[in-house]
């Protein structure tokens, strides 16, 4: 398996510009995650879906963030207009659901840089 | 949601055993504990969980006080490859009833001396 796979690696943007990041989960997992990480306020979490529904988007900062999941193999985060304050390795998580135990995957991230 | 407590860093040295503490009292019945770790660069990497009973797996052993107010992870041989972020974890139940999400805190910041 190739386990959970984000790109781009790195993007550098300009304020004001969209922002697109995607995501493929592993194959098989119906829980996707999405984490953003910076030196100041660590790892939060930002959405999750179950089943490609969204469940909990109560981290996402603002309107300017919205995430979809199409299917079960795809998701996006979309930050538009982004900001330097969006600056942060934005991380995402794949899980199989069972019961009160699941593992998460994470994928190797995307470094974001707005300028 | 429950809160774990972790020192915010922690010094070993290679092929010693490390114990890495967590403390979280408000934990509920319910509540499995997660231990995470991150290596530099990387996205954080699954160890071990467990409820109740010590737990052991190829990677590390987690140790479970009896109360379950605080737990051990326990790396037996320390390797330079074990430096990382380790995360203690409860999962917290999250919008939507049967659905749970894990919020990772700080860590501990786990140096490993040659």
């Known amino acids: 398996d190739a386990g959970v796979i984000q790109s781009p690696r790195h993007e550098v943007t300009e304020m004001g510009q969209e922002v697109t990041l995607r995501c493929k989960p592993i194959s098989g997992h119906n829980s996707l995650f999405w984490y953003r990480q910076t030196m100041m306020r660590g790892l939060e979490l930002l959405i999750y879906?179950?089943?490609?529904?969204?469940?909990?988007d109560s981290g996402m900062p603002e309107d300017r963030f919205s995430a979809k999941m199409p299917n079960a193999s795809f998701s996006t985060l979309k930050i538009q207009p982004s900001e330097p304050r969006d600056s942060a390795v934005y991380f995402c998580?794949?899980?199989?659901?069972?019961?009160?135990?699941?593992?998460?995957?994470f994928g190797s991230g995307t470094q974001l840089s707005v300028l | 949601d429950a809160k774990t407590t972790q020192p915010n860093s922690m010094e070993s040295n290679e092929e010693e055993p490390v114990h890495l503490p967590c403390n979280h009292s408000t934990i509920s019945g319910t509540d499995y504990i997660h231990w995470y770790r991150q290596l530099p660069s990387q996205g954080p990497e699954y160890v071990i969980h467990g409820l109740t009973s010590n737990v052991n797996n190829r990677m590390a052993s987690l140790a479970i006080a009896e109360d379950r107010k605080s737990s051990t992870l326990i790396l037996h041989r320390a390797t330079l490859r074990d430096a990382a972020v380790y995360y203690c974890i409860l999962r917290s139940p999250g919008s939507g009833g049967s659905n749970y999400k894990l919020t990772f805190g700080k860590g501990t910041l786990l140096t490993v001396n040659p």
């Open positions: 998580a794949s899980s199989l659901r069972q019961g009160g135990y699941e593992k998460l995957f």
């Open positions: 879906f179950n089943n490609n529904v969204p469940i909990d």
